[in-house]
Structure formats: structure tokens, C-alpha cells
């Protein structure tokens, strides 16, 4: 027996905001709204799902986990990415790193991996 992965969890400040940004990002559809939580997928049943909640703080500290998006094409997904709001972040990587980072709107940190990785 084990256990499948059903969701993943992010606070926000603003979860809706955060939530459609995701959803245009992903393809996905926002499946349930709330003031406190909103929840986006790939389909009606679709799993995983991303579950954004209502948090009072900004991110303070660096992810501990996040995405990697792998896109046919990383410059054209990078300038999507960018002019939808997301911005270039340093964590340290070396220049000829096989991926790109990223930050969304609100901080939170994630990767775009090169095609054929």
C-alpha cells in the first residue's frame, strides 16, 4: 500500500491572485474559490492540484520546495513567464546551469529546466 500525491499546498498573501497566475502559467482551471483558498488543476479530476491559502506574511525565507516546469521552448516560455510578472532570481546557480530561476509574483522560487534534461 502507499499513498498518491493528491495536492500541493502554497500560502499566499493573495490566493486568488497567485492561483490564476498558476493556472495561465500551467493550463490549468481554477476548480474551487474562496476568499481563504482557491484550488487550480488539469482537469475535473485531474491530480495533483494546487491548493493556494490565505497566509498574513510575505515569503521570508527561501522555498524549501518547489516546480520545475520543462517548456519545448525555454526562451519563449522565459519571456512568457516574464511578462506575465515572474522575475529572474540569483540563488547561486553556475552560468551554464541546466536550468533557469525563477520567482512568481509573490516570491515564491521555481525552476525551468532546458529542453532534453
Not at 4 to 9: D, E, N, P, R
Not at 18 to 37: C, F, I, K, N, T
Not at 74 to 79: K, P, S, V
Not at 81 to 106: C, K, S, T, Y
Request: aromatic share 6%.
Amino acid at each position: 500500500m502507499g499513498s498518491s500525491w493528491y495536492a500541493l499546498i502554497v500560502e499566499a498573501v493573495d490566493p486568488e491572485r497567485l492561483a490564476r497566475w498558476w493556472a495561465e502559467v500551467l493550463d490549468h482551471r481554477v476548480e474551487s474559490a474562496s476568499p481563504q483558498e482557491v484550488v487550480i488543476g488539469p482537469a475535473i479530476d485531474g491530480h495533483p492540484r494546487i491548493v493556494f491559502v490565505q497566509h498574513d506574511r510575505e515569503l521570508q525565507t527561501k522555498n524549501r520546495l518547489h516546480l520545475d516546469l520543462r517548456p519545448d521552448d525555454l526562451d519563449a516560455e522565459l519571456e512568457r513567464l516574464v511578462n506575465m510578472g515572474a522575475r529572474h532570481v540569483d540563488i547561486g546557480q553556475p552560468d551554464d546551469a541546466a536550468w533557469v530561476v525563477l520567482a512568481d509574483p509573490e516570491g515564491n522560487e521555481f525552476c525551468v529546466i532546458r529542453p532534453g534534461r
